[in-house]
């Protein structure tokens, strides 16, 4: 049945078409004078156009013929339009375009904001796709030490940004419950001083919890993240936790946090446990239940995530991977029915969607690392292991979990100016630019897209990938056109609802 229904939901898949200007247009009719540079699409019966301020605009194949050879005159409505958007060269204020790339390149003037520590290797769930080098719950000399806790800790505050993460991962983290207690007390006190934007996030399976931890979580305003399969049976099915129900114990501490985010006054719209699925192979053809439980829990987005192709993730892709093809008609069933739900008066958003949407209709620049140029490697983020060894991210880790040091950086007695301007980070950080990639260059999508250097190491033997043939473009050209096809479907009811999933609300409760 599975595989039935996949076909036939694979042919609702809207797809986008790279078309040439000459395929379009006769050569000798160019006015190459009159445009900025701008790419385009096909997208349906119209094109779709973007120059690299990231402004963007349906046109018909009329109106693109003409604004190729430079036909529309001022105040005729087409050239109004394309001045609105700075497609005509001669209108453009230069002023007001750098100040704007200047807001949304804001991230290049400083260092990373986000600081993940893996507390341990430790871990009491054998989840079938866990990407970390996880190891049984004796194995304490897997642990981070205070010393290097504290290490890690100065450095991160050296970072020239004013706002900090420190993310507690694993492992289970709450295994080394004395290291990460010690860190909230020690970066807190660290701040006083500091006076950064300083938070707290713990990524968490949640069955090591009990009430003394989460009033310390809850007191010193740490936010706590969590991994959600879906359905009961999908969710045990994967993730294989030998000392009782993961979905059910997940769900009892869920329910009873965000009461208590209720008793302390915050707003449920906005406080609430986050929580993750990951997407496997019986995952695929499960997008309602998933959509389903994620809802019936009080969450307010999905993040349909492939899965990676690192650690052990990568040693199970035989019985839970998949094609970027399988993954893409999930992906667009799944937010065809998250669509559905919001026409019904349903709060909730795709999270890959809603990031999207944010560049394009909002002109904002969340700063997601896997989706900005450059990437996050590095200058967007850091990822410190047990040892004090410290990583391009938490995805070079991944990659050092399958023996390979490629994306180790330094380590945490390294000063601050050795870790940013080393070769391995300058390597990084040029890789992860799309500026120079062949394909990406005359992409439409250039100025929404983004690369993550670790992903085409993995994937394609090389830093800087080949696009063309790489499933990480294949998957967010596949998702841009999605949405592309949307907006230009949209009614005024629709776009009310995309530009709702792109409001963005900062939460101050869990800024230190
Ligand atoms: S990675 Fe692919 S989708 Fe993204 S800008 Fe490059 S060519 Fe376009």
């Known amino acids: ?73 001022p105040g005729e409505p087409l050239y109004e339009k394309l001045k609105r958007a700075n497609f005509v060269a001669s209108e453009i204020d230069f002023l007001d375009q750098s100040l704007r790339w200047r807001r949304k390149k804001e991230y290049l003037f400083y260092g990373p904001t986000l600081h993940a520590f893996v507390l341990t290797h430790r871990c009491n769930h054998g989840c079938q796709y866990c990407h970390s080098s996880i190891v049984g719950m004796d194995r304490m000399d897997t642990d981070m030490s205070i010393e290097t806790a504290e290490k890690g800790v100065d450095l991160a505050f050296q970072t020239t940004a004013h706002g900090l993460t420190i993310e507690f991962q694993g492992g289970e983290p709450t295994a ?29 399976n949640l069955s090591l919890m009990d009430d003394e931890k989460l009033e310390f979580l809850l007191d010193r305003h740490v936010q706590i993240c969590t991994s959600l399969d879906g359905p009961e049976d999908l969710h045990n099915q994967i993730r294989i936790f030998r000392d009782g129900n993961s979905h059910q114990t997940l769900l009892t501490w869920m329910k009873k946090i965000n009461q208590r985010y209720v008793d302390m006054g915050l707003d449920p719209n906005q406080y609430r446990v986050e929580a993750l699925p990951t997407i496997t192979r019986p995952s695929l053809t499960r997008w309602k239940e998933i959509v389903d439980t994620f809802v019936e829990v009080g969450c307010r987005a999905v993040f349909l995530r492939k899965l990676d192709p690192f650690g052990f993730a990568a040693k199970s892709a035989k019985t839970l991977g998949y094609s970027m ?35 394009i209709l909002a002109d904002d620049e969340p700063n997601y690392l896997d989706l900005r140029i450059p990437g996050g490697a590095c200058i967007g983020q850091l990822g410190y292991a047990p040892d004090g060894s410290i990583y391009s991210s938490d995805e070079g880790r991944f990659v050092a979990s399958m023996g390979d040091d490629m994306f180790r950086i330094g380590s945490v007695d390294d000063s601050y100016q ?31 897209c983004g690369q993550q250097v670790e992903y085409n190491y993995k994937t394609q033997g090389s830093l800087h990938g080949h696009m063309r043939d790489s499933t990480w473009c294949k998957k967010h050209k596949s998702i841009f056109d999605y949405l592309m096809h949307k907006l230009e479907a949209a009614d005024e009811k629709d776009m009310e609802m995309f530009r709702l999933w792109t409001t963005n609300r900062t939460l101050d409760h869990f800024i230190v």
């Open 418 to 448: 050795d870790l940013m301007g080393g070769a391995a980070t300058r390597a990084l950080v040029m890789a992860g630019l799309n500026d120079g990639h062949p394909d990406c260059v005359s992409c439409v999508y250039k100025p929404w």
């Open 176 to 204: 080394n419950w004395d290291v990460l207690r010690h860190i909230v007390e020690y970066a807190r006190e660290k701040n006083k001083t500091a006076k950064k934007i300083l938070s707290f996030a713990l990524v968490t």
């Open 325 to 359: 093809d399988e993954f893409l008609e999930f992906y667009a069933n799944a937010v065809d029915y998250i669509i559905e739900l919001n026409r019904q008066g349903v709060q909730v958003m795709e999270r890959h969607a809603a990031i999207m949407l944010n560049k």
């Open 1 to 73: 049945m599975g595989d039935t229904m996949l076909e036939t939901r694979a042919a609702n898949l809207p797809k986008g078409s790279q078309v040439a200007l000459a395929e379009l247009t006769d050569p000798a009719e160019w006015k190459p004078d009159f445009a900025v540079p701008f790419n385009q699409r096909t997208i349906g019966g119209k094109i779709v156009i973007s120059n690299d301020f990231g402004d963007w605009l349906f046109l018909t194949q009329e109106e693109f013929r003409d604004f190729v050879e430079g036909r529309p005159q």
